[in-house]
């Protein structure tokens, strides 16, 4: 009986040894608390948009002698978003002529500082300048002007305005 005596406590020492190395080493993985570092990459960018079309039609004069009536339209918009640390301009630039005549002006409002109404042409011209981290909307008011030398032109002539956002 002895010897089962010191088999049963050999046994038992053997159990509770491996419940206390099972205890430890499930300890040591198992942590209260992991950490991994997360890294926020901002790219840089300059982005412009403008509202939809816009139609403009000249009045006839409201006098007899007078140039024909100009008109306005104030309903276009535009919106800038730039994270640049140099500070940025818009240029605009009409992508054809207009007929002998006819000339059409844009003036930007609302963001940065405003060239006033100036008159479109095929070369890109300032409109706004002192641009910087700016993240925002503005007005566009653009004047249809023509004199009499006009050609009537009932179905209208379309140019393309293009507005970039440049150093």
Known sequence: ????????????????????TVCFVGTSY?????????????????????????????????????????????????SVTSNATASKKITAALGGTYASGISLSANLTGLGTSAGAVVLSTTAQDVVTGLSKVNGSGTITYTASATAAADPNPSGETQTVTYTLTN
């Open 30 to 78: 198992a942590q209260p608390s992991a950490s991994h570092n997360v890294t926020i990459q901002v790219p840089a960018f300059d982005l412009i948009a403008v509202s939809g079309d816009i139609t403009l039609t000249i009045g006839a004069p409201a006098v007899v002698g007078d140039a024909p009536a100009d008109d306005v339209d104030n309903s276009g918009s535009y």
């Open 1 to 20: 009986m002895g010897i089962q005596r010191e088999n049963k406590m050999n046994i038992s020492k053997l159990v509770l040894a491996l419940a206390v």
